[in-house]
């Protein structure tokens, strides 16, 4: 379910608003049979109902516990056993096969994702009605007015698709609830039930069961990492949600349920305001129609606790409560049709709200009615057709729920399940939140009833609906405007108090957005990792094939442009667009934050708005289906002078080719203050900056990665600190926690690798981690900073990140206090993020900060700010960042009131950040009550400690939900600035090298021992190298062999610095072994063969060695050799490196074999006077094959051919040997049709053989 703030399950009163509403309510589509009765179709499932689960199925499962009364629940091991056993079932009682199921791929944790397709195409119908849902489907998309035309054509013969999900692991039912859904759709025989053929007649149902397995199996909300499925459709960082979207886009459901719990009654959504503006209003109208269906056949179960749903549009008021609110009428009265009221308690009336007054003495004034003007707190008009009523006193104003003024469960965001599904132009869907208030099995029964209420109601109005489907790409390709009057409209949702004011936040589209490359963008390889989602979501986005201009800026040829008149446009609006700001609006409160989640403002990449209508827009750009390359290497080439080389790092995905770099031994310095350079003008503090002996190794790893390195020539270095190494991080924690969470996802995706070298969020896929735990209560794990029996797990690391605000207790941990000091003593650095002070670092036993942090809060509901980068280039933290900048906000606006003494600003809110407007500051999301004192109020500041090393603090929290990656860039910079471990007195180290002899391979590599006398023996130092090679790949004796890169690491590696990267050696390289052998032959007695020079085997060559020729003779190989057996010997071989190997030759056979011949034929042939057959006769021809002694053959196989006059008849018959006969024979049929002419039987034994001929004549 969407979780419900920490309150826990809600009862919820039956709405008056129902009842004002006085809807007529659709009559229950069966009686009370399977599944109306709410109990299972086919057999139920598990030991409820007598099934035991599949052996070993429950072991290590949460669900273990929970296999008593009143409903045993399925552990998920079971999964692919009962799906296999429905099939199994079905086949068993003669039912066609309608279920396939797959592999989709794996969990945070490695489980299986499954996908279940049910697809009945047993009958004619059912085929056609398919195909023509294929044609479809791949219409939809690329010819949105092309699909709709054939729509048009099919009538209601056609499929439609409905997907069925479920994503939280505890909420168990709901999983069960699609099992039986499965089984039932799988193994029911056609004719037994009726809406199992309906549903089969007309749909494609499409189970991901489930989106969470890690969550079931572990009995969590969320999956192995801590992050809630539910709220990452649109960030998509774990591979459940990624396998969800692929999944969604391949088949475009037209209807969507994705299971929940728990609300009681159960709940069914109908979304509360406000809407998500990329969301065709549509929805809403198929979504309200089917809920009331929903409500109708709930209530027909008779089930204790079925009996009634909730629907928040409907049921809710603006806290998200049923209650009904009422004031006093103090005065009504009446001019023309208008009657104005006046309360005698202030009301939160706002025109177009609902109304029932009630009790006034003049009868008139007493109804139902929508409220027009809203004068003061206390007095609003509405409009009456009753004229002359006379002033009165008395009565009530209820305010009902209504949809007009139900809030805090909206569909404002896309990182729901529900929410992102409609933007794919579905026309209805919900999450059903089961009711938990009678045992798990009513639980179950409710999403099961939800399912097959739906789904009937999306059969009945299938036609309708996949026209909406299809006319939502119909509008969005053909850059249709929205209606501003799409809900006042539409009968439907009017008639059931919808209006345009308060529902329609549909959004004018701009033209386009730009993704610049080149000089307009930051980063290439953050726009890349922006277009890469882009494609992933079905946005359509094109390449500037040649430099445009436009507003006054020329984008390169590569820039990216994304056109909004495109079927996927609500995807790329709310991914590009800033957003809403819903402050100062009627919108209180919404159901979770962050209000605003801009892709193209908190994510690493620029993106440029193209305003609507822009006429002067006209770049000449071709549609892409994956990002290209983005440049880099050294800039202006490695042959330009160069002093030394720097880098801007400008985004976390940029950070690969750096760490790449240093681990390759390659140190860097980074840089206190600007400098200049000659090809990339000012660099700023933070820079980091490269020796000029490594340009070519820079040049590689900007290539390959898409990162420029600017030159500097004649410019003075700025004060720098040593990088040696990529800094490791401590993430400091109390205790090590059982489980993942955000923090660790944000942590892997910048520390974290694979074995390619990439950033890994997903934690189990991680090889090379450049963070991990330290537990500063730990006293005898091996991660725990008290524990006396393990060294000190701080000198395995240079910088903590933590947001602990107290130092460890020093009663209780003494050992973890000694070795935090001692970690701040030797440079360690320090950063932090969301903490109300600066606790951690004033409780040292010596302050390691003076004064006063205190971070102030303004309540609100997330969204996207600008802040003032202050420092600019000269902040090492955020120097290569612009002056303003996009800051994501989580939940609530945050800022620094007071810092500790030395502490420099980086970034801080504008000045008037307070002020209504995006122009001051807050540009979207839910700022309401907003607090003076974040006007100008510092977010991000770093400075020294007290023992001088480096701190950051943040004032946020950067890693919620893994949003804010344009922030993660503070911590990776932080990392680099801080860490100053590196840069303290370090004792010179000389490499000596010892090279290995080894047997020649065809290359230069070479395998080395490295060794110094300079390492003290009990310092954990290791020595590595990037490359060892031979001068040459030849074979020889004392060649010398270099070593380059050459690095040190482990935990006492910065106490020592290389006096060189290089070392040499010498070493033999000897021989192969090279072995080539003759193939063997064989030839007819009485012929020649004559050898090419290239029948042998060559074994122990190497890649780019070859033998072309060998010298090849043999005995046997004359034309007088008699049949037998001679050797065939090969010497002089000639080739390719043919020096490097000891060659040894090895004989091959040659084999001549007897001189054979074909006898004379057997009667009724004979070679004079050709005989006469009738057409249609079968003619016998037999012969004997003898050999050169006249002995004979039968063991060979020769082959018949039959021509007239040169033509052929027969081309190659096989002639078999008869034992009884002792001849070879072959019956030639011949055939009616055949000409009356004379025809030849040629028989052949191959070369070197004697064969024979002879005719014969077709007579009538």
Request: with cysteine; proline share 6%.
């Amino acid at each position: 379910m969407r979780h419900l703030k920490g309150r826990g399950a809600r009862t919820l009163v039956a709405p008056l608003l129902v009842v004002l509403f006085a809807l007529v309510l659709a009559a229950p589509a069966f009686a009370l049979d399977p599944p109306w009765n709410a109990q299972p179709i086919s057999h139920g499932l598990g030991p409820t109902y007598g099934e035991a689960w599949p052996a070993g199925s429950l072991e290590g499962e949460a669900v273990a516990t929970m296999q008593g009364d009143p409903l045993a629940l399925m552990p998920w091991a079971a999964v692919p056993t009962l799906l296999a056993q429905f099939q199994a079932e079905a086949a068993a009682a003669g039912v066609p096969a309608r279920m396939t199921y797959s592999v989709l791929g794996q969990s945070a944790d490695g489980r299986d994702i499954y996908e279940v397709v049910i697809n009945a195409l047993e009958t004619p119908n059912q085929r056609r009605d398919y195909e023509r849902w294929r044609e479809l489907r791949s219409l939809m998309l690329s010819d949105p007015v092309e699909a709709q035309a054939r729509l048009a054509s099919y009538g209601d013969d056609v499929k439609m698709c409905a997907y069925q999900s479920h994503i939280h692991g505890r909420e168990y039912e709901a999983v069960d609830a699609n099992m039986q859904v499965i089984r039932d759709l799988t193994v029911t025989p056609r004719g037994t039930n009726p809406v199992v053929d309906k549903i089969l007649d007309n749909e494609i149902v499409v189970v991901l069961m489930d989106n969470n397995p890690d969550g079931r199996v572990r009995g969590t909300r969320g999956n192995v990492t801590g992050m809630d499925p539910n709220r990452d459709f649109f960030v998509q960082s774990q591979p459940e949600q990624q396998i969800a979207v692929d999944l969604m886009h391949r088949w475009l459901p037209t209807g969507f349920i994705e299971g929940h719990g728990y609300v009681n009654p159960t709940l069914i959504d109908g979304c509360t305001l406000p809407h998500n503006p990329g969301v065709d209003p549509t929805f809403y109208h198929w979504n309200v129609q089917r809920i009331e269906q929903n409500r109708a056949d709930f209530a027909a179960t008779e089930v204790p606790g079925l009996a009634s749903i909730v629907s928040p549009i409907r049921d809710w008021n603006e806290m998200g409560r049923t209650d009904v609110r009422t004031y006093t009428v103090a005065e009504a009265t009446q001019t023309g049709t208008t009657v104005t009221i006046t309360t005698a308690e202030d009301t939160i009336l706002a025109p177009e709200y609902m109304v029932v007054i009630a009790g006034v003495p003049e009868a008139g004034y007493n109804g139902t009615f929508m409220v027009d003007e809203v004068i003061s707190p206390t007095q609003f008009t509405y409009t009456t057709p009753t004229n002359g009523l006379a002033d009165s006193t008395g009565g009530t104003v209820a305010l009902p729920p209504q949809p007009n003024l139900a809030q805090t469960w909206d569909d404002w965001p896309p990182y729901y399940g529900q929410s992102y599904s409609a933007l794919l132009g579905g026309p209805d869907g919900s999450t059903v939140e089961m009711t938990n208030a009678h045992g798990r099995l009513v639980a179950k029964q409710a999403q099961y009833i939800a399912f097959y209420s739906s789904n009937n109601f999306w059969v009945d109005h299938k036609a309708a609906m996949l026209r909406d489907h299809v006319g939502t790409f119909v509008r969005g390709v053909t850059a249709a405007l929205p209606n501003p009057s799409a809900f006042d409209d539409d009968p439907v949702l009017s008639s059931r108090f919808f209006t345009d004011r308060w529902q329609n936040y549909a959004k004018r589209y701009p033209l386009a957005y730009i993704i610049p490359r080149g000089a307009p963008q930051r980063s290439e390889v953050e726009a890349n990792n922006l277009v890469d989602w882009l494609l992933h979501n079905g946005v359509q986005v094109n390449e500037a094939v040649e430099d445009f201009e436009w507003d006054g800026t020329t984008y390169p040829a590569g820039s990216y442009v994304v056109w909004m008149a495109q079927p996927m446009r609500g995807i790329a609006w709310n991914a590009l667009a800033a957003g809403v700001d819903l402050s100062n609006s009627n919108i209180r409160t919404l159901y979770a934050s962050p209000g605003a989640w801009s892709h193209g403002l908190s994510w690493g990449a620029d993106v440029v708005e193209v305003p609507e209508g822009d006429s002067t827009f006209v770049p000449d750009a071709e549609p892409v289906d994956e990002p290209s390359p983005a440049s880099g290497g050294v800039r202006g080439g490695v042959n330009a002078p160069a002093q030394w080389y720097s880098v801007a790092l400008k985004g976390v995905h940029e950070y690969p080719v750096i760490r790449s770099l240093l681990k390759q031994g390659v140190e860097a310095r980074l840089a206190e203050a600007p400098f200049e350079s000659a090809s990339g003008g000012t660099m700023p503090a933070g820079s980091l900056i490269f020796p000029a002996g490594a340009k070519h190794l820079l040049d590689a790893a900007g290539r390959d990665g898409g990162v420029w390195f600017e030159r500097s020539v004649g410019a003075a270095m700025p004060p720098t600190t040593c990088v040696s190494r990529p800094p490791r991080i401590a993430y400091l924690v109390t205790a090590v926690p059982a489980t993942q969470s955000e923090t660790t996802v944000v942590l892997d995706s910048v520390f974290g690798f694979d074995e390619t070298g990439a950033q890994q969020p997903v934690h189990r896929l991680v090889t090379d981690s450049d963070w991990d735990y330290v537990a500063t209560q730990d006293s005898d794990g091996p991660k725990g900073l008290n524990n006396p029996d393990i060294r000190d797990p701080l000198k395995d690391y240079d910088v903590i990140y933590t947001t602990l605000t107290a130092w460890p207790n020093a009663a209780n941990y003494p050992l973890a206090r000694e070795r935090l000091e001692a970690f701040f003593e030797r440079g360690g650095g320090f950063m932090t993020q969301n903490v109300t002070s600066a606790g951690f670092l004033a409780g040292a036993p010596s302050p390691l900060v003076r004064g006063t942090l205190t971070r102030t809060q303004s309540n609100a509901y997330g969204g996207i700010a600008f802040v003032d980068n202050v420092g600019h280039v000269t902040s090492p933290v955020t120097g290569s960042r612009p002056v303003s900048d996009a800051l994501f906000l989580p939940q609530h606006v945050v800022w620094f009131s007071s810092l500790p003494e030395g502490a420099v600003v980086d970034q801080r809110f504008p000045a008037s950040i307070t002020s209504w407007g995006a122009e001051n500051g807050f540009v979207a999301g839910l700022w309401n009550n907003r607090a003076a004192g974040a006007d100008s109020g510092p977010v991000l500041i770093h400075g020294d400690t007290t023992l001088g090393g480096r701190y950051m603090f943040f004032a946020t929290n950067a890693f919620s939900r893994a949003d804010g990656q344009r922030q993660w860039l503070h911590f990776l910079q932080s990392a680099l600035w801080s860490n100053l471990t590196d840069d303290v007195a370090k004792e010179e180290v000389t490499v000596t090298a010892t090279a290995d002899d080894k047997v020649y391979d065809g290359t230069r590599a070479a395998t080395v021992t490295l060794s110094s006398d300079d390492i003290a023996a009990d310092d954990d130092v290791t020595i590595g190298y990037a490359s060892a090679r031979f001068d040459s790949k030849d074979v020889g004796t004392g060649k010398t062999v270099t070593v380059t890169g050459i690095s040190l690491s482990g935990a006492d590696a910065g106490k020592y610095a290389l006096t060189g990267q290089t070392a040499t050696a010498t070493a033999d390289v000897t021989p192969a072994a090279l072995t080539i052998t003759a193939d063997d032959q064989a030839k007819p007695f009485g012929t020649v063969f004559s050898f090419a020079g290239t029948e042998f085997e060559a074994a122990g060559l190497v890649a780019g060695d070859g033998v072309s020729l060998v010298v090849l003779t043999s005995g046997g190989a004359a034309a007088g050799a008699l049949p037998g057996a001679y050797a065939i010997t090969p010497s002089a071989a000639i080739g390719n490196g043919l020096a490097n190997y000891d060659v040894t030759y090895v004989d091959g056979t040659m084999t001549v074999g007897d001189k054979l011949s074909v006898g004379p034929f057997a009667k009724p042939l004979r070679k004079a006077d050709p005989r006469r057959f009738r057409r249609g006769a079968t003619i016998r021809v037999a012969f004997k094959v003898k050999n050169v002694a006249g002995g004979a053959v039968t063991t060979t196989r020769p082959t018949l051919k039959l021509t007239r006059g040169g033509k052929v008849v027969i081309a190659a018959a096989a002639v078999k040997y008869q034992k009884a006969s002792k001849l070879y024979v072959y019956n030639l049929k011949t055939r009616a049709s055949w000409k009356l002419a004379t025809y030849k039987v040629s028989v052949s034994l191959g070369a070197g053989a004697t064969g024979r001929s002879v005719t014969f004549k077709l007579i009538r």
